[in-house]
């Protein structure tokens, strides 16, 4: 049978995932910004997302980053793409790997919302000094 986590415990393993996966500089600017109306959708985000689905064993990180850069793009979420890009890079995704994926997202998505997000993976991957 398998435990049920605290929201505690559920948190700091999201907490540390996230620092994993986003940098922790990244992540402690982020929660060191947060005003008192936004905290509570910090801390939902690390402890549902980052907790409890990113700790799952059923996919691997680098799966995932490519499921989510696909996501981000179909929704448009440029800022969150971005962060994304670096992520799907800490997670041993290949820059050719991120251009495969926003291909795919043309055709499934549509091409305005692909072009934008390869100007944002370029732009990042230049600011990360990562090239293809």
């Known amino acids: 049978m398998e435990m049920q986590h605290t929201h505690k415990e559920t948190f700091e393993d ?9 940098g922790a500089a990244h992540v402690e600017r982020s929660l ?14 690390t402890e549902y997302c980052w907790g409890a689905v990113w700790s799952r064993d059923g996919l691997e990180r680098k799966t995932r980053s490519m499921i989510n850069l696909a996501m981000l793009t179909a929704l448009n979420r440029g800022h969150e793409l971005s962060v994304h890009v670096k992520g799907a890079i800490n997670n041993g995704v290949t820059p050719e790997e991120i251009q495969e994926v ?8 549509g091409v305005p919302a692909a072009l934008e997000s390869f100007r944002i993976a370029e732009a990042t991957l230049k600011e990360m000094n990562v090239t293809a």
Do not use: C, D, H, W
């Open 14 to 22: 999201g907490l540390a995932i996230r620092k994993e996966v986003l």
């Open 102 to 109: 926003l291909m795919q997202t043309a055709i499934y998505v």
């Open 32 to 45: 060191a910004n947060v005003s008192e109306f936004s905290r509570p959708m910090q801390e939902l985000v």
